[in-house]
């Protein structure tokens, strides 16, 4: 017999329960890494502990080497040495390679690493002295050298696969051949062997570089805090948050999805963690709203991508940018602002522009968290970032800052979480999963500093400049055109680290040289190798949140596309005014200003992609002129967004005009045509 209706209508709902999204995140991560066990394992714990504790030192100079002063080299080598040996312990050399256990070759291999790097550790001082790095270089250096440069593509190709290590290794023995004569604009000052080997391993602009001097300053201590984040239970706190203040919206489920992505992608900086942590909370959660799978899918792809654009803590890619510009991570981080805002408010309109087309409905307040309760629980996480925003920004520690908050964090968790607190074991994993994640960071960026002592070896990046200047016959607009579908062809099959690198190299001389601003510039060449990440045919974030909802990858990859359509647009739009980055004379009141601009034209773009325009309705009303009025409004929102002035021939005021002069007819007549439509709708549906 089947419950009466009075029966269902005193019955409880049920409330939704969400768990840690990192309770198991070993267990998360891609099934090609072995699980190192035993001795291995505490090889690992131990050489993480003290890598941590080097960096401490370092950043704190608590002199742990009694009367002995440590270079910075002799750090970078240092941590080099602990962490890049266990590369070949973590990821196997081969798809069949065993997982189970460690073959005879790779331990060779670690030995062989970590003795080229204590080796080249103690020459470095030698180096400095003698200036070795240009010539003079002792044989047993040479050979050493040669050994850590044929070790790092490996490790290179085993942390970033074979597409990176193609894209990597002709540059890197490119300054052996530089003068050739078929090279063209690329022909530059030759070495020989004995010189690059020395230059590479001994200068600070190759192995010791930009890359790993990142990770050594900052890297380190903000890897160290979004791990501490995730161990004592702030994803949970985040995710229920996010379906406390978003769920019962219009198509609550995808919003909560894409609020929860950016607060966790805040902790871990990783667009496929992300997708693989908050993926599994929201996508079953949005099938169940009535979001088709892929859809679904796109939705979290997108949402996760922009983890490594959302300050506090970014992605590794955004401490390189500091170093790149020798500026500090806090105006990176705060140039990542508005930027960020963008991204995530373009989304938000996508999807409620989607939900109300579709008819999608919020969830019940009766089955979400209690916002009260939720902050009442984790109200220590809100104390820490802001702890950390602070040092950050008013007392521009940035090195230390990622330290005392996670202390902090650690303190009050111990002293307010039961469920959470730590135990010698949880100590244990969470050096564990620092150390993977170093590992990982170390074969990738020392790989990479190579590229970057090539061209700085040859002295051929001027020159390109030029040429690429030439090309583009010195007009900005074409260049940017240039450098994105460059950016997005290089991001298929680099990491965004790795493709930043490329670019910044190679095109960013080319764009400051026409007077763009440098911050904007490399924003702009970071915001397109991201996008590669939902953008097919290699799109990661898609294929991954497309095993977690069990739909077609490729399908769901053009899905992402489609939903983050307007993220392709948001990178010409701080390039052609740097207040979007707060850069520039008076940056904050112009840059809200601009926002607020890009904020109304991304709303009319949304509803011209999505069909459904917000304060008119449904343009399926509107009958054969609905993809008319779809296109105009997408232009006119686009033009509307577009700052002025700068290199554009139009100054703001002209822009904004132009815009208004599309949308305004466009609305009037998409609003009387939608409510035409209305009352006849309702008169056939009379009873």
Same mark, same amino acid.
């Given at each position: 017999?089947?419950?009466?209706? &009075?029966?269902?209508?005193?019955?409880?709902?049920?409330?939704?329960?969400?768990?840690?999204?990192?309770?198991?995140?070993?267990?998360?991560?891609?099934?090609?890494?072995?699980?190192?066990?035993?001795?291995?394992?505490?090889?690992?714990?131990?050489?993480?502990?003290?890598?941590i504790l080097l960096c401490i030192n370092q950043q704190f100079s608590l002199r742990f080497f009694i009367g002995y002063t440590q270079l910075n080299t002799e750090y970078f080598y240092l941590l080099i040495a602990l962490m890049l040996p266990f590369t070949f312990l973590i990821f196997p050399g081969t798809g069949s390679a065993p997982l189970d256990r460690i073959p005879?070759?790779?331990?060779?291999?670690?030995?062989?690493?970590?003795?080229?790097?204590?080796?080249?550790?103690?020459?470095?001082?030698?180096?400095?002295?003698?200036?070795?790095?240009?010539?003079?270089?002792?044989?047993?250096?040479?050979?050493?050298?040669?050994?850590?440069?044929?070790?790092?593509?490996?490790?290179?190709?085993?942390?970033? %696969?074979?597409?990176?290590?193609? &894209?990597?290794l002709p540059f890197t023995v490119y300054p052996l051949f530089a003068d050739a004569k078929w090279l063209g604009p690329f022909r530059g000052t030759e070495s020989t062997l004995e010189q690059a080997t020395a230059y590479h391993v001994l200068s600070g602009e190759s192995l010791l570089g930009i890359p790993i001097q990142a990770f050594a300053?900052?890297?380190?201590?903000?890897?160290?805090?979004?791990?501490?984040?995730?161990?004592?239970?702030? %994803?949970?706190?985040?995710?229920?948050? &996010?379906?406390?203040?978003?769920?019962?919206?219009?198509?609550?489920?995808?919003?909560?999805?894409?609020?929860?992505?950016?607060?966790?992608?805040?902790?871990?900086?990783?667009?496929?963690?992300?997708?693989?942590?908050?993926?599994?909370?929201?996508?079953?959660?949005?099938?169940?709203?009535?979001?088709?799978?892929?859809?679904?899918?796109?939705?979290?792809?997108?949402?996760?991508?922009g983890a490594v654009l959302a300050p506090p803590v970014m992605g590794a890619t955004a401490f390189v940018i500091a170093q790149f510009l020798n500026v500090s991570y806090a105006e990176v981080a705060v140039a990542a602002i508005i930027p960020a805002t963008l991204y995530y408010v373009g989304l938000f309109m996508q999807v409620d522009s989607y939900a109300a087309r579709h008819g999608l409905k919020g969830i019940p307040r009766a089955e979400l968290p209690k916002v009260w309760d939720t902050i009442k629980d984790g109200w220590y996480y809100v104390f820490v970032i802001a702890l950390l925003i602070v040092m950050l920004l008013y007392f521009k520690r940035e090195s230390h800052a990622p330290f005392y908050a996670t202390a902090l964090l650690l303190v009050l968790n111990q002293l307010f979480s039961k469920d959470t607190r730590w135990t010698?074991?949880?100590?244990?994993?969470?050096?564990?999963?620092? %150390?993977?994640?170093?590992?990982?960071?170390?074969?990738?960026?020392?790989?990479?500093?190579?590229?970057?002592?090539?061209?700085?070896?040859?002295?051929?990046?001027?020159?390109?400049?030029?040429?690429?200047?030439?090309?583009?016959?010195?007009?900005?607009?074409?260049?940017?055109?240039?450098?994105?579908?460059?950016?997005?062809?290089?991001?298929?099959?680099?990491?965004?680290?790795?493709?930043?690198?490329?670019?910044?190299?190679?095109?960013?001389?080319?764009?400051?040289?026409?007077?763009?601003?440098?911050?904007?510039v490399h924003m702009f060449i970071f915001y397109w190798g991201m996008l590669s990440s939902i953008t097919p045919p290699v799109a990661i974030a898609s294929f991954a949140a497309a095993g977690i909802a069990g739909s077609p990858a490729m399908k769901t990859g053009w899905e992402s596309m489609w939903v983050g359509s307007i993220i392709y647009f948001i990178p010409f739009f701080f390039v052609l005014n740097p207040a979007l980055v707060l850069q520039g004379p008076s940056p904050y009141l112009e840059g809200l200003g601009l926002m607020a601009l890009a904020g109304v034209g991304t709303l009319f773009i949304c509803g011209g992609i999505q069909g459904y325009q917000v304060f008119v309705g449904d343009l399926r009303a509107a009958g054969v002129l609905e993809w008319p009025l779809r296109v105009l409004l997408v232009v006119g929102g686009f033009v509307i967004a577009t700052p002025g002035g700068g290199i554009m021939p139009l100054s703001q005021m002209q822009i904004t005009m132009l815009g208004l002069a599309i949308l305004v007819p466009t609305v009037l007549v998409a609003l009387f045509l939608v409510r035409r439509q209305a009352p006849a709708a309702n008169q056939l549906h009379a009873p």
């Open positions: 017999m089947s419950p009466s209706a &009075s029966d269902s209508a005193v019955a409880p709902a049920q409330r939704i329960e969400f768990d840690d999204p990192h309770a198991n995140m070993q267990e998360a991560e891609v099934t090609r890494v072995r699980t190192l066990r035993a001795g291995w394992r505490w090889a690992l714990v131990v050489a993480t502990a003290v890598t005879w070759y790779d331990i060779l291999l670690f030995a062989v690493t970590f003795a080229c790097a204590i080796l080249l550790m103690r020459s470095v001082r030698k180096a400095a002295e003698a200036g070795w790095e240009f010539g003079g270089a002792p044989t047993d250096v040479i050979v050493a050298g040669v050994i850590m440069w044929v070790v790092l593509m490996e490790a290179l190709r085993r942390t970033g %696969g074979w597409s990176l290590l193609f &894209s990597v300053d900052t890297v380190i201590g903000f890897l160290v805090f979004g791990t501490a984040l995730m161990m004592t239970g702030a %994803g949970k706190f985040f995710i229920n948050l &996010s379906f406390a203040m978003c769920g019962t919206f219009r198509g609550g489920a995808a919003k909560v999805c894409i609020f929860a992505s950016g607060l966790l992608g805040m902790m871990s900086g990783s667009i496929i963690s992300n997708v693989l942590t908050a993926g599994t909370m929201t996508i079953p959660v949005m099938k169940k709203s009535g979001f088709r799978a892929s859809y679904a899918a796109a939705i979290e792809a997108c949402a996760s991508t010698f074991g949880t100590i244990n994993k969470f050096l564990e999963v620092n %150390g993977r994640t170093f590992v990982e960071l170390v074969g990738i960026l020392a790989g990479c500093g190579l590229l970057i002592g090539a061209f700085s070896m040859t002295g051929v990046v001027s020159s390109l400049a030029n040429d690429l200047l030439r090309i583009a016959g010195d007009n900005a607009l074409l260049l940017l055109v240039m450098c994105a579908f460059t950016s997005l062809v290089l991001g298929l099959g680099l990491t965004t680290t790795a493709c930043y690198i490329f670019l910044a190299i190679l095109v960013a001389p080319a764009l400051e040289k026409l007077g763009l601003n440098k911050m904007a």
